[in-house]
């Protein structure tokens, strides 16, 4: 894939499909990706209603953030979209048509890991068209207590997340690092979903969280792994907040130019991020590449370049 050019929208070679369960209905789903033409975007179906539901993957179709993050279009609904989407961010596809047969995306192994083997599978194909970007011009954030999330200028794509839960295993973890496809696949696209013994025990005497178990999320006591295999990182969990972080501001619907950085952050806020992004006066600007010189050019546009960290 790295032979592809840098700037021009990219889909995929064919279709492809594979099937799994679900995280919170515990029933099995199957999921299609297909190519799609330029500027259609990232597109979900759900096939097996009469007729079929399209549900594009953009920020004004998000319908609940609680659990994980659900698209929706009337009464049709596509839960736990981020790790698919972090998975299309992640290999630099603009245009696909999603095709589910279900309520939600299957949760596989809990990271995005399958899903990055998935699209390898179906083979990236590049677009003539340019791709256009979301430039963040100046910082723009939301908060709430001691959580917070930003875009702040930088000359790429790059996350900086701090998580603390007050647990012996997960306290002031950090991880930074500028996204490409070869540092998503390395460092991120493995890392999987956790939960607290307690919570889980919580939501399944709701009848959520149904499809959940070892195979799917690393789980933790007052004190332990209870995953016989461990971890895939020492520093797992933060690497999973920046792959969902990742999935969540895919649906700003364009990469974007700038650093995100996040305390605590989780759907909802990245959610609400997301939104004041595209609806800031000022803060960001859609911009269209098409050459390295027009990336240094807006660059240099913007006020106080010069002391721009390099992510
Ligand atoms: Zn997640």
């Not at 330029?38 to 079929?52: C, H, K, N, T």
């Not at 970007?133 to 100046?138: A, D, E, I, S, T």
């Not at 939960?195 to 789980?219: M, P, Q, T």
Request: charged content about 25%.
């Amino acid at each position: 894939m790295l032979d592809l050019h840098p700037f021009r929208q990219r889909t995929f070679k064919q279709r492809v499909s594979l099937e799994g369960v679900g995280l919170h209905s515990g029933a099995n789903v199957r999921l299609a990706l297909c190519p799609a033409r330029a500027d259609s975007g990232i597109v979900f179906e759900r096939v097996d209603l009469q007729p079929p539901v399209e549900i594009p993957a953009l920020a004004e179709s998000v319908v609940d953030t609680t659990l994980n993050t659900s698209l929706g279009k009337g009464a049709a609904r596509v839960g736990t979209v981020e790790h698919l989407m972090a998975a299309l961010a992640g290999c630099g596809i603009d245009n696909a048509r999603i095709e589910v047969d279900g309520p939600e995306v299957p949760i596989l192994d809990g990271s995005s890991a399958r899903f990055v083997q998935l699209i390898r599978e179906a083979g990236v194909r590049e677009q003539g068209k340019a791709r256009r970007y979301l430039h963040v011009k100046r910082p723009v954030g939301v908060q709430e207590d001691d959580k917070f999330a930003r875009l702040v200028p930088a000359r790429s794509f790059a996350c900086r997340y701090t998580i603390d839960f007050k647990h012996p295993l997960i306290t002031d973890q950090r991880f930074e690092l500028e996204l490409s496809e070869k540092s998503f696949h390395r460092e991120i696209a493995r890392a999987r979903t956790f939960g607290f013994k307690r919570d889980i025990e919580r939501l399944h005497a709701a009848g959520l969280a149904r499809g959940g178990s070892l195979e799917n999320a690393v789980v933790v006591d007052e004190f332990n792994i209870l995953n016989p295999e461990g971890l895939r990182f020492p520093d797992e969990f933060v690497r999973h907040k920046i792959l969902d972080a990742i999935g969540d501001l895919a649906l700003l619907g364009m990469p974007v130019i700038g650093r995100l950085e996040a305390v605590k952050s989780g759907h909802a806020l990245n959610h609400q991020l997301v939104r004041r992004a595209l609806s800031e006066p000022g803060a960001c600007e859609v911009v269209w590449l098409h050459e390295e010189q027009e990336l240094s050019a807006l660059l240099e546009s913007v006020p106080g370049f010069a002391g721009l960290e390099v992510a």
